[in-house]
């Protein structure tokens, strides 16, 4: 809410406001109608992120991100305790990659208590787990911001499993690019439907790549930045 009031206080000492999603252009205008607002997403270099092989076993899921920060570390404290036990019910040897840099006492002695979780602090590449896992979560119940790395993983063809809230803001559709849930059943359900089935799998990260391809490419993204600054010249050469 602060945010937003200070980002209102300033909009009319700028010619246009770029913001990184629909949704946040969408909550401006409900107080800034006459403002010139434009939507252009963070974008990722598509040409260096690509599709990772199949992974050689379907029981490995990751979890990345700093591990410091707060809505990162509820969502791994999440995943282990209520997700991760329901999914070993009907898939006993899953696995869990825990990937970030400095995480909390709690998540550390996940990975001491759990015998099934692995915390690796910081790493040198992310590449290597995102090859051996099928699925990540990103089960965020907190925080704000566009999760670049839920683009990240489409992008190198590792299907996602969110909340409502991890996946905010950005351009997916649940079921199609991205698998959507709230509750530790909903989540835990996805996850087996998507370890246990190779061609459901193999749709997902399709259809998340291609949604990676169409929206976030630095080229598109490029290309909407460059649109949204020659109209502003445009219309300031205009008004002289």
């Known amino acids: 809410l602060l945010q937003k009031r200070s980002t209102l206080k300033y909009l009319g000492c700028f010619d246009k406001t770029i913001v990184a999603s629909e949704l946040d252009r969408s909550i401006l205008l409900q107080d800034a109608a006459n403002a010139d607002i434009v939507s252009v997403p963070s974008g990722i270099d598509t040409e260096s992120l690509r599709p990772l092989h199949k992974p050689d076993t379907f029981r490995n899921l990751m979890l990345v991100g700093a591990m410091h920060y707060r809505p990162n570390a509820d969502a791994a404290l999440f995943s282990c305790r209520e997700i991760l036990p329901l999914i070993k019910w009907q898939i006993p040897d899953v696995r869990v990659s825990i990937v970030g840099s ?11 208590e759990m015998e099934e979780v692995t915390v690796t602090g910081y790493v040198e590449s992310v590449l290597p787990y995102y090859q051996r896992c099928c699925v990540t979560l990103a089960p965020l119940r907190a925080g704000s911001g566009t999760r670049l790395k839920i683009v990240e993983s489409m992008a190198l063809g590792r299907p996602v499993i969110s909340t409502t809230l991890g996946c905010e803001g950005l351009e997916v559709t649940p079921n199609r690019d991205i698998m959507v849930g709230d509750t530790a059943r909903e989540l835990a359900a996805h996850t087996v439907r998507l370890m246990t089935s190779p061609e459901l799998w193999r749709q ?7 949604q990676v391809e169409t929206v976030y490419d630095w080229k598109v993204a490029g290309s909407q930045l ?13 008004d002289r």
């Open 226 to 238: 460059d649109r949204a600054l020659r109209e502003t010249c445009e219309v300031r050469h205009r």
């Open 102 to 112: 400095a995480p909390t006492s709690e998540i550390i002695q996940l990975g001491e």
């Open 204 to 210: 997902m990260a399709d259809n998340a790549r291609r």
